[in-house]
């Protein structure tokens, strides 16, 4: 069964409080969810239209997994917490079997 991962690359982070309290409840909730964090914030070497800011990587067992974790309650309050903090771009993609 192919993995799943989140993907985020963040754009700007216009408020850092923000970003904080989401990192508070948001890494309980992958854990929960059974993430694992590959990489989180740090160096960056951007390309093509690519912008050299904080980037994250996480791995879950399969797709479906890292779908539900996304929907569960406790993530979905991080992502509350988080609201207008910061502009990124988040995926959801299934890996290679």
Do not use: C
Not at 43 to 50: E, K
Not at 61 to 90: I, K, M, P, T
């Amino acid at each position: 069964m192919p993995k799943g991962y989140w993907v985020s690359a963040y754009r700007t982070i216009s408020d850092p409080e923000k970003l904080a309290a989401y990192n508070k409840l948001a890494g309980p909730a992958v854990k929960a969810g059974g993430g694992r964090v590959l990489a989180r914030g740090g160096r960056v070497v951007a390309h093509d239209a690519g912008i050299a800011e904080r980037t994250v990587l996480i791995e879950f067992d399969s797709f479906e997994q890292a779908v539900a974790a996304h929907e569960s309650a406790s993530y979905q309050e991080a992502l509350v917490a988080l609201s207008d903090g910061v502009e990124r771009d988040f995926r959801i993609v299934e890996g290679i079997d």
